[in-house]
């Protein structure tokens, strides 16, 4: 009698197509979140395009005349003289030009000192490459600091940067 019921259930589930297997359940995956909220940083089109490295500095004797400090960065200004020639003051920060002759270092291009269409322009502040001064090859291409990555203003010591300071392996006073 047993082996006629399993044989009529098996027959019935043949016959109405049944599947002998369970159904697929599904499983819902939790989400993980991160223990600490990520931001982006708080960037300017003006800073990300700035032909600058950022420089440290902690006080404006660590500028060695490249503006001054503010907010741990070489570069703000109040006028022009404070920018020692890196460009006029604008929007207080040294950097921008309307013409050659506010550069000691590179042609004014785009608004900008540190241009360049030969090595002559840049004045020992690297050699010129894609239009911008400051690509070398060697320490001598270099008037602030050392050739790094094929850049100059790198340094090992503040003795490297010529009056500026020399923090996370670059020149405070280096501009480009």
Known sequence: MKILIVLVVVGFLVAC?????PA???????????????????????????PQVEQVCSSSSDCAGNGKCSGGKCGSCSSSSDCNGNGKCSSGKC????????CKTGKCSGGKCGGCSSSSDCNGNGKCSSGVC???SSSSDCSIGKCNN????????????KGGKCESGRCSNYTN
């Open 134 to 136: 400051g690509s070398c």
């Open 24 to 50: 697929a359940s599904i499983v819902p995956v939790p989400q993980l979140m991160n223990d600490k909220a990520q931001r982006m940083p708080d960037i300017t089109l003006d800073e990300l395009l700035a």
């Open 95 to 102: 950097g921008s030009c309307s013409s050659s002759s506010d």
């Open 150 to 161: 094929s850049k100059c203003g790198g340094c090992s010591s503040s003795s490297d940067c």
């Open 17 to 21: 197509g049944g599947d002998p297997k």
